[in-house]
């Protein structure tokens, strides 16, 4: 399970849907694509079902990414 549809529809599953590392590899799918907050809600999935450093860290990329302003170029 390598793309967003297969990873989508297995965490629909009952097994799919208590699998962390599926979440998380959903969340890095997602982050790639450039979709935010289907991310970061797959990231909280994969945090909820447990210790997932590695989520947290991610989704704290992206809220650094979602939150970045250039204040230079704002002000020529």
């Not at 549809?5 to 590392?21: C, H, I, N, P």
């Amino acid at each position: 399970m390598e793309n967003i549809e297969q990873l989508e529809k297995f965490v629909k599953t009952a097994e799919g849907s208590r699998d962390q590392t599926a979440w998380y590899k959903l969340g890095d799918l997602y982050r790639k694509d450039e979709r935010w907050g289907d991310a970061l809600n797959a990231y909280a999935k994969c945090m909820e079902l447990g210790a997932c450093n590695a989520a947290r860290e991610a989704s704290d990329a992206i809220h650094r990414i979602l939150n970045y302003r250039n204040t230079d170029s704002m002000n020529p």
